[in-house]
């Protein structure tokens, strides 16, 4: 991940289906979290197995919706099989809205909507106040 500069991994069976993804973050709070090196600790025990996927003949704005809702960065991207094809992150989204108007292409994604998007996944998760329900 390090050497790529790539903040997730897809994890995929024997069969290419998605089973997991596994961030940065992931490793970093398995590693502070259980006091051990990143090599003693298997992918499995940090990856997240609730994984979002988009398709490729998926709308990008489908794609920046899903990110949104779910307050993620990166989407594997699957065939009609769940076999992994490829994977989208908010990044690549950003370099294509950014390219469209120069290359004459309509745009699927709008500066707005793409300010939109890392705006909800950047929002802080909604927490209780302890203090105010022991009352």
């Known amino acids: 991940m390090w050497d790529h500069d790539c903040g997730a991994v897809p994890v995929v069976g024997e069969d290419a289906k998605v089973v997991g993804i596994v961030t940065d973050r992931d490793i970093c709070m398995a590693t502070w979290s259980r006091g051990r090196a990143p090599g003693h600790i298997s992918v499995a025990e940090v990856m997240s197995k609730n994984v979002f996927c988009c398709r490729r003949e998926d709308s990008i704005l489908g ?64 927490r209780v106040n302890l203090h105010a329900s022991a009352r």
Not at 79 to 93: F, K, N, P, Y
Not at 106 to 124: E, F, K, M, Q, W
């Open 63 to 126: 794609a920046e919706a899903l990110m949104r809702a779910n307050q993620i960065r990166r989407l594997p991207v699957v065939d009609r099989e769940q076999r992994l094809v490829g994977m989208l992150s908010l990044a690549d989204i950003a370099r294509a809205s950014e390219a469209a108007p120069k290359l004459g292409l309509g745009r699927d994604a709008s500066g707005d909507g793409l300010a939109t998007t890392l705006a909800g996944i950047c929002r802080s998760p909604t």
